[in-house]
């Protein structure tokens, strides 16, 4: 897919990765939609984006549930008159309870149903677009932790991503949407610099998957 002129929509866009992502995506000529329920990192997201490329918008979600995701292709369909190109559908990971904590269960439940009905929603309610449209498009999942502190647990999210987007990606192929996955490796040694060395190959292998017409059903490890 030629990016350039592409009609991109991020999500978590008001988080670390996703503002450098939807910058990246800009610079290459994309036109970009940011979302987020942080309506103040999300605008500064924005301002990054528009210094680089004025064809940016955002758009602040109530929160991630079904009524609220549709709200936003509503209004991404009334903007637009048509459906993204590309979903970079990405949920930063929060830190899951390990087993050997005191009654884990019910948080560990819980954190896992909120990713897996987000990511789920978001993809669900891009693809129906997308095939409304007839638009040749690529959703790519990915997760990612915000901060060294917050990796633990990331194997459950990682296999999450993986499952979706295997799955999806059969479902969808017939329809000329690609589907692809993007997740960390994790590394116990991980330092500040280490971690923003992989923010910065999580990019490029997001770009790659877009880019790639014969990319889909896979999910890139970084």
């Not at 109530?62 to 709200?71: E, G, N, T, V």
């Not at 060294?148 to 949407?177: D, H, K, Y």
Request: hydrophobic share 40%.
């Amino acid at each position: 897919m030629n990016i350039n002129g592409a009609l991109v929509l991020i999500t978590s866009a008001g988080s670390s990765l996703g503002s450098t992502l939807a910058v990246h995506f800009a610079q290459l000529g994309a036109k970009i939609i940011l979302c987020d329920t942080n309506q103040h990192e999300l605008i500064k997201s924005w301002k990054r984006c528009q210094s680089v490329a004025k064809d940016a918008h955002y758009y602040i979600l109530a929160d991630h549930s079904l009524a609220s995701i549709d709200q936003l292709f509503t209004h991404i369909e009334t903007r637009h008159q048509t459906a993204p190109n590309v979903l970079i559908n990405y949920w930063p990971s929060p830190p899951f309870p390990s087993v050997i904590d005191d009654h884990p269960t019910e948080l560990f439940i819980q954190k896992i149903i909120t990713m897996a009905t987000s990511l789920f929603t978001f993809g669900q309610a891009c693809a129906e677009k997308m095939r409304q449209y007839q638009t040749k498009g690529v959703i790519i999942n990915m997760v990612f932790y915000s901060t060294l502190a917050e990796r633990a647990g990331i194997e459950n999210a990682n296999s999450m991503v993986s499952g979706f987007t295997q799955s999806w990606a059969r479902e969808l192929t017939p329809f000329n949407i690609r589907v692809g996955g993007v997740i960390p490796i994790i590394d116990e040694q991980d330092t500040p610099e280490h971690w923003a060395e992989m923010q910065d190959e999580l990019i490029r292998n997001t770009e790659y998957i877009v880019a790639n017409e014969y990319f889909s059903g896979r999910v890139v490890s970084t």
